[in-house]
């Protein structure tokens, strides 16, 4: 059975970084595209990038140029770099393959 498990979520402050992690078993990272969606307090998820079975990238408009989705095939893990992170960025972060969903990592960026 597939499994997803998110982590490297944390606090921090306006303009740092993070690298969120999504260490999958079950699957391999050419059998499905991977992707890392959000979802604020009171409002819906939304994706935020996507890296596909063949290792092409899309992002959100509201990331695109901050934030980068990365794999290691090797480790089956999917990374998703955070850069100039802004306090609208703050949400659960869900890593997403097919129907299965991972656990969910708390980002929060505030002064």
């Known amino acids: 059975q597939l499994q997803l498990v998110e982590s490297g979520g944390g606090l921090v402050q306006p303009g740092g970084s993070l690298r969120l992690s999504c260490a999958t078993s079950g699957s391999t990272l050419e059998d499905y595209a991977t992707g890392w969606f959000r979802q604020a307090p009171g409002k819906e998820r939304e994706a935020v990038a996507c890296?596909?079975?063949?290792?092409?990238?899309t992002y959100a408009s509201s990331v695109k140029g901050r934030f980068t989705i990365s794999r290691d095939a090797a480790k089956n893990t999917v990374y998703l770099q955070m850069n100039t992170l802004k306090p609208e960025d703050t949400a659960v972060y869900y890593c997403?393959?097919?129907?299965?969903w991972g656990q969910g990592t708390q980002v929060t960026v505030s002064a």
């Open positions: 890296i596909s079975s063949s290792g092409s990238t």
């Open positions: 997403n393959q097919f129907t299965y």
